[in-house]
Nanobody, 125 residues
Framework: QAQLVESGGGLVQPGGSLKLSCAAR????????IGWFRQAPGKEREGVSCITMSNLKGYYLDSMKGRVTISRDRAKKTVTLQMNNLEPDDTAVYYCAARWPGSYCSGDAGDFGSWGQGTQVTVSS
């Protein structure tokens, strides 16, 4: 059974950085588009970024554009989301998700079939 595992979340002060990582068990990550989403308490899940199997990248959240970078490490079989200059409003559970075929990316959670359990990101002083 396919399983995605996120890591790298935690508590960070405003202006700080975090690097989230997504690894997979039971599927070949290279064949999938991988998306990052977030969900804050009381809010809907929203798409942050996505990378296709050929490394085309999409950024969907206006509030985070310019502060996040998605990348794929084929040697480590992971997809990372580097987040810089974090703000308290970035506090949320961050999820990675996989979509097949991997040639297409979107910020729509309904396009993705496999999800991780999420990692908490808290931005607070």
């Amino acid at each position: 059974q396919a399983q995605l595992v996120e890591s790298g979340g935690g508590l960070v002060q405003p202006g700080g950085s975090l690097k989230l990582s997504c690894a997979a068990r039971g599927l070949i990550l290279d064949n999938y588009a991988i998306g990052w989403f977030r969900q804050a308490p009381g809010k809907e899940r929203e798409g942050v970024s996505c990378i296709t199997m050929s490394n085309l990248k999409g950024y969907y959240l206006d509030s985070m554009k310019g502060r996040v970078t998605i990348s794929r490490d084929r040697a480590k079989k992971t997809v990372t989301l580097q987040m810089n200059n974090l703000e308290p409003d970035d506090t949320a559970v961050y999820y990675c998700a996989a979509r097949w075929p991997g040639s297409y990316c979107s910020g729509d959670a309904g396009d993705f079939g496999s999800w991780g359990q999420g990692t908490q990101v808290t931005v607070s002083s």
